[in-house]
């Protein structure tokens, strides 16, 4: 399923919605997960999962064709854990 | 790190600051965009949101696992999981928006390139 499908199910079953207006319900959705993690902040959705944001410090990597030592710079990387309703449900059937 | 933990309270006041439904509206719907992304994961299928990140489901096969407090061996079944694959424009905006805090906090002398801009 990719968002322009999702929009489409939820216009469907909110006839009084625009599906413009639903496309901008699901962007403000996933807009305001992606500033909560560019500042840092959790976002924890019960049922569904938990979004953070996890730091990676710097370290020194090597090429692996060359072997040469290379430094990588710290890194901030985005993380989805999934909840407990979500990992039960994906293993009923 | 701040911190904060924002919960489905905060993505309905976040759709009824951007689209001005009503408080109860925008937490019904919020509720619904979750439900329905939980429950196409759960049939199987994968849910790509683009400049979000795709939600993937994989296949684990059975391993044997180990209860760490006794060091008993136990069979872990088979079993589905959800992986979540972050897109790149949301992997660049994380690591902009913490390297750019990162510079200005060990820096006084660095002025974010909007400031500069302003002057």
Known sequence: ?93 | MSGKTLTRADLSEAVFRKIGLSRTESATLVEMVLEEVCETISSGEAVKISSFGSFLVRDKNERVGRNPKTGEEVPISPRKVTVFKPSNVLKERILEAHSRKNRADNDDTYVPAEVRAAE
Request: net charge positive.
């Open chain 1, 1 to 93: 399923m990719i968002k322009s499908e999702l929009v489409q199910v939820i216009a469907n079953r909110n006839p009084h919605l625009y599906q413009r207006d639903v496309e901008m319900i699901v962007n403000a959705i996933f807009d305001e997960i992606t500033e909560a993690l560019c500042e840092s902040n959790r976002v924890e959705l019960r049922g569904f999962g938990a979004f953070s944001v996890k730091n990676r410090p710097p370290r020194t990597g090597r090429n692996p064709r060359t072997g040469e030592a290379v430094e990588v710079s710290e890194k901030w990387v985005p993380f989805f854990k999934p909840g407990k309703e979500l990992r039960e449900r994906l293993n009923e059937a």
